[in-house]
């Protein structure tokens, strides 16, 4: 049960666009289209981004999409705002029924 | 209107025991699979245990594989955390998370436990 491996920090400057990836194994990321993505300032409740690897629910920006590769899954936020400077988590099913989240990325909008 | 509010936490000693609860309103539980997630001060968050929609599958993290255990009531729409066993690095904000993987996920605001002498 590894944690999917997400890069510690990324930034960009306004109205740039930035990818945060996430890697995981054939057990996990690379078997389910199970994969979601998750905003989560301190203090708060997280806020689903995208689900289904690629599915926005009702209310997120146009400007969060969501994708996948093999083993690897991929949040990309396009027109970076200052508002986006967070915590981005992403998580999956694995094979063994448990979740799994990766480490988390600390996104600095410039 | 959804809500999930848990209860329970606290400060208890290494070896001790605490049982969180989530109550749940606005929805149908046999609905949903339920989750508790936790974040340990300054680290990211950590899926702990799901359970389904019948209480029937119930999966753990290694970490806390024989020492927790999660169930449900879904006459009274509650979730449930047994925690036996409780060490250092159990500390963290538990989440009670409604589908934490589809599109109707939904958190909690979370309860502490703290495990210290």
């Known amino acids: 049960q590894s944690a999917l491996t997400q890069p510690a920090s990324v930034s960009g400057s306004p109205g740039q666009s930035i990818t945060i990836s996430c890697a995981g194994t054939?057990?996990?990321?690379?078997?389910?289209?199970?994969v979601s993505w998750y905003q989560h300032y301190p203090g708060k409740v997280p806020k689903l981004m995208i689900y289904?690897?690629?599915k926005r629910p009702s209310g997120v920006s146009d400007r969060f999409s969501g994708s996948k590769s093999g083993n690897t899954a991929s949040l990309t936020i396009s027109g970076l705002q200052p508002e986006d400077e967070t915590d981005y988590y992403c998580c999956s099913q694995t094979s063994s029924g448990t979740v799994v989240f990766g480490g988390g990325t600390k996104l600095t909008v410039l | 209107e959804v809500h999930l509010v848990e209860s329970g936490g606290g400060l208890v000693q290494p070896g001790g025991s605490l049982r969180l609860a989530c109550a749940g309103s606005?929805?149908?539980?046999?609905?949903?699979?339920m989750n508790w997630v936790r974040q340990a001060p300054g680290k990211g968050l950590e899926w702990v245990a799901n359970?389904?929609?019948?209480?029937?599958?119930?999966n753990y993290v290694d970490s806390v594989k024989g020492r927790f255990t999660i169930s449900r009531d879904n006459a009274k729409n509650s979730l449930f955390l047994e925690m036996n066993s409780l060490r250092g690095e159990d500390t963290a904000v538990y989440h009670c998370v409604r589908s934490v993987l589809g599109e109707g996920a939904y958190w909690g605001q979370g309860v502490l436990v703290t495990v210290s002498s």
């Open positions: 054939s057990s996990d990321v690379g078997s389910y289209d199970l």
């Open positions: 289904g690897v690629t």
């Open positions: 359970i389904d929609e019948g209480g029937r599958t119930k």
């Open positions: 606005g929805f149908t539980p046999s609905d949903y699979w």
